[in-house]
């Protein structure tokens, strides 16, 4: 089943310790993306990366890192994390291929920041 | 910039009555347009997406949408809302043409069915 999934889906932790949120695709999407969502505000792109080794920042990068060494995954780091990053965390990936434009999301991890 | 308005954040409905979400795009290129359904505690799934063929656009669970370029809108309709409807809904703008591949979210519209 083509899919994004990614782990842990809920997570509670305290400022300042460090966390990894993994994010993985089994369909060989070469454009991959983090974005958090927060009510009233839609969901915002943290994120990006357009192939392997290749990341950009999105519209929300500050205290977020990433890394893309495997096409597949594409984990989002918060090496010190306050509460204004608990939010809801969503991955998402998509084709680079023009006639198709549609991102996949996955399930979603919801982070609490005490 | 490409930004998109979605002009209701609540809209209620009684069951078996039309639905109307809308949404206003602002996009230098041409644009693609989605809608997305996110129901409580799920992720996002795609409702449908315009991709710049046909300007009314047919996707899951009886939902369509046009796309009016003279109104910068693509709003979404469906004949008779069902209790299943109840969620949030994001129109996403994308401008490929422009080489950033970036989804840009409305703030979402969430939708109650009243039975």
């Known amino acids: 089943e083509a899919q994004v999934t990614q782990n842990p889906r809920y997570l509670i932790t305290v400022t300042g310790k460090k966390l990894t949120v993994t994010c993985s695709q089994n369909m060989n999407h070469e454009y991959m993306s983090w974005y958090r969502q927060d009510p009233g505000l839609g969901l915002r792109q943290i994120y990006y990366s357009m192939n392997v080794e290749v990341t950009d920042k999105g519209d929300v990068p500050e205290g977020y890192k990433v890394s893309r060494k495997e096409k597949r995954n594409f984990p989002l780091i918060l090496e010190s994390p306050s509460p204004n990053q608990t939010s809801l965390y969503f991955c998402a990936s998509r084709s680079q291929g023009l006639a198709i434009y549609e991102q996949y999301f996955g399930p979603g991890t919801r982070l609490t920041v005490t | ?115």
């Open chain 2, 1 to 115: 910039a490409q930004s998109v308005t979605q002009l209701d954040s609540h809209v209620s409905v009684s069951e078996g009555t039309p639905v109307l979400l809308r949404c206003n795009y602002s996009s230098s290129y041409s644009p693609s347009l989605f809608w997305y359904v996110q129901h409580p505690n799920k992720g996002l799934q795609l409702l449908l997406k315009y991709t710049s063929a046909a300007t009314l656009v047919k996707g899951i669970n009886g939902f369509e949408a046009e796309f009016k370029k003279s109104e910068t809108s693509f709003h979404l309709t469906k004949p008779s809302a069902h209790m299943s409807d109840a969620a949030e809904y994001f129109c996403v703008v994308s401008d490929l043409n422009s080489g950033t591949y970036k989804y840009i979210f409305g703030t979402g519209t969430r939708l109650k069915v009243l039975a």
